[in-house]
C-alpha cells in the first residue's frame, strides 16, 4: 500500500512537471510566434513604402517626409475641426484630393504617349520585378507567420 502510494505521487509529480514544461514551451512558442509575425508585418510594410517611393519617384526619405506632410494638414485639419460635421467635411475634402491626384496621374500618364514628338522624356517610374517579388515574399512571410 505504502509503495502504491509513492508511486501514485511520482506518477502525478511527472506528470505535473510534463505538463508544466509543456505550458511553458507552448507560452514560449507562442511568443515567438508573435515576434516573427511583427517582423514579418514590419518588413511587408518596408517594401511597400519603397514601391511607392519607387512608383512616385521619390527616394524613401523623399516619400517620407512627403507623406509625413500630408498626414500633418490632415490632422490639422481636423483638429481645427468643432463638430462631426466639419470633422465628415475635412474627411470628405480630404478623400476628393486623393482621387484628384489619382486622376491627374492616370491623365498624365495616357497624355504621355502623345506627347512623345515634343521630346518629353517618360516620368513613369516602374516597380522592378525584384521588388515585386520582394512584396510577394513579404505578404506570403505575413501570411504563414500570423495566419
Keep these: 500500500m505504502r509503495g ?13 512537471v510534463t505538463t508544466y514544461g509543456f505550458m511553458e514551451w507552448k507560452a514560449g512558442e507562442s511568443a515567438r510566434q508573435d515576434a516573427v509575425c511583427k517582423a514579418a508585418q514590419q518588413h511587408k510594410e518596408t517594401v511597400e513604402i519603397r514601391a511607392r517611393a519607387m512608383a512616385s ?11 509625413k506632410a500630408e498626414v500633418d494638414k490632415l490632422v490639422s485639419a481636423l483638429d481645427t475641426a468643432k463638430n462631426d460635421t466639419e470633422v465628415e467635411a475635412v474627411i470628405d475634402a480630404h478623400a476628393a484630393e486623393l482621387r484628384a491626384q489619382d486622376a ?7 497624355n504621355q504617349g502623345s506627347q512623345q514628338f515634343l521630346e518629353q522624356e517618360r516620368k513613369e517610374q516602374r516597380i522592378t520585378t525584384d521588388i515585386k517579388q520582394e512584396i510577394e515574399r513579404a505578404e506570403k ?6 495566419g
Excluded at 7 to 15: F, H, N, P, R
Excluded at 57 to 67: C, I, K, N, Q
Design 4 to 16: 502504491q502510494l509513492i508511486s501514485t505521487v511520482i506518477t502525478l509529480a511527472v506528470m505535473g
Design 57 to 67: 519617384g521619390l527616394s524613401v526619405d523623399a516619400y517620407a517626409d512627403a507623406e
Design 104 to 110: 491627374a496621374s492616370d491623365a498624365e500618364l495616357k
Design 141 to 146: 512571410a505575413v501570411a504563414d507567420s500570423c
